[in-house]
C-alpha cells in the first residue's frame, strides 16, 4: 500500500484545513490513522478509523477530541481529517497510515504503511 497525503499548510489560530490521504493497494480492510511530529517531539497518534461492518469506528487523541473528524471514502480509497478550531500547538507534520489489523490502533508500532507526511502551520 502507497499513501500519498495533501491538504497541509499555514493557517491562524482558529482556523480550519482539511487533509487528505490517498492509498494505492488494498484500503478497505486496512485501519487508518493519522500522527503527527512536531519539531523535537516524538511522533504522536491524533486519529483513527477502522474498517470493520463497513462503518469505521474512530478513536481520537483527547488533545484533539471535538475538534478533529476522521472520516474514510472506500470507493476513493480516500481518508480525511477535517481540522477545525486549530491551535498553534497543532503545529506539525501529519502523516497517513494504514495498519493491517481489526482492532482501531493507536500506537505507531502497529501501523504497516506510513505516507510522507504534510506540514500544517498554525500561527498565534
Known amino acids: 500500500v502507497q499513501l500519498q497525503a495533501s491538504g497541509g499548510g499555514f493557517v491562524q489560530d482558529g482556523g480550519s484545513l482539511r487533509l487528505s490521504c490517498v492509498a494505492s493497494?488494498?484500503?478497505?480492510?486496512?485501519?487508518m490513522g493519522w500522527f503527527r511530529q512536531a519539531p523535537g517531539k516524538e511522533r504522536e497518534f491524533v486519529a483513527a478509523?477502522?474498517?470493520?461492518?463497513?462503518?469505521?469506528?474512530?478513536v481520537y487523541a483527547n488533545s484533539v477530541k471535538g475538534r478533529f473528524t476522521i472520516s474514510r471514502d472506500n470507493t476513493k480509497s480516500a481518508v480525511y481529517l477535517q481540522m477545525n478550531s486549530l491551535r498553534p500547538e497543532d503545529t506539525a507534520v501529519y502523516y497517513c497510515a494504514a495498519a493491517q489489523t481489526t482492532v482501531v490502533a493507536t500506537e505507531p508500532w502497529r501501523f504497516d504503511y506510513w505516507g510522507q507526511g504534510t506540514q500544517v502551520t498554525v500561527s498565534s
Open positions: 478509523i477502522g474498517w470493520l461492518r463497513g462503518s469505521g469506528s474512530t
Open positions: 493497494g488494498r484500503f478497505s480492510r486496512y485501519v
